[in-house]
C-alpha cells in the first residue's frame, strides 16, 4: 500500500524557493511513497469562536480531512523574522483543533528550510520544531536541512545542482527510516 507524505509549503509566492525545492524532493521520494501537497494559503485564520457546528470555514475541514489521510508531513519554511510564515504557523494551529482532535499526532515530520541568507532559515527550522514537540509528531534530527544560500544552489533554468540534489536524497533516506520506525 503506497503511504502518502504531506507536502507543506510555507512560502505562498508563485516562484518561491521553498516550492521550487519541495518539488524535488517529491521527486525523491522511493517506490511506495507519493507526495501530496496539501494547500495552506486559503485557509481562514483560526478564531477558535467558529469551531461550533454550522461555523467551522469549509476550507478547514477540507485541510483536515486532508492531513488526516497523509502518513507522514515534510514541512518547507522560508524564515520571516526569524520565525515561520504566518501561513503555516495558520496551518499548524487549523490542523491542531478542535481541541483533542489533532490531525498531525503521531506523524512523522521533516522540517527543511529554504532561503538566499547564508543562516538558511536556522530561526524559522527551530521554531516549527518547537510547535511540532507539542503536536506530538516525531521530527526527523541528522541530518539536518539547513538549505541556505538558494540561489547558487540552482542554475539559470532553476534546475537544483546535483551535489545538493545527493544531499537532499540522503535527507529522504533518513527521514523513510525515521517513518519506518514509527510505522
Known amino acids: 500500500m503506497t503511504k502518502k507524505i504531506g507536502f507543506i509549503v510555507g512560502s505562498l509566492r508563485e516562484g518561491s524557493y521553498n ?7 517529491a521527486e525523491l521520494l522511493p517506490e511506495g511513497f507519493e507526495a501530496v501537497f496539501l494547500e495552506i494559503g486559503n485557509l481562514p485564520f483560526y478564531n477558535e469562536d467558529l469551531e461550533v457546528e454550522g461555523k467551522v470555514p469549509t476550507e478547514w475541514t477540507t485541510f483536515r480531512n486532508e492531513l488526516q489521510s497523509v502518513d507522514g508531513v515534510f514541512f518547507f519554511t522560508p524564515e520571516y523574522n526569524r520565525s515561520v510564515p504566518a501561513a503555516l504557523k495558520n496551518a499548524l494551529d487549523v490542523g491542531s483543533r478542535p481541541y483533542g482532535a489533532s490531525s498531525w499526532s503521531g506523524k512523522p ?7 538566499p541568507g547564508a543562516i538558511a532559515g536556522f530561526g524559522a527550522n527551530h521554531h516549527l520544531r518547537q510547535s511540532l514537540v507539542f503536536l506530538d509528531m516525531p521530527t526527523l534530527q541528522q541530518p539536518e536541512a539547513y538549505i541556505g ?8 533554468n532553476n534546475t537544483i545542482k546535483e551535489d545538493t540534489v545527493n ?17
Not at 516550492?19 to 524532493?25: I, N, S
Not at 544560500?149 to 539559470?156: A, K, P, Q, S, Y
Not at 544531499?167 to 510505522?183: A, G, P
Open 167 to 183: 544531499f537532499f536524497q540522503t535527507i529522504v533516506d533518513n527521514y523513510i527510516d525515521l517513518f519506518n520506525r514509527y510505522n
Open 149 to 156: 544560500g538558494i540561489m547558487n544552489l540552482i542554475d539559470e
Open 109 to 115: 515530520a521533516l522540517v527543511v528550510s529554504v532561503s
Open 19 to 25: 516550492k521550487l525545492v519541495a518539488k524535488k524532493f
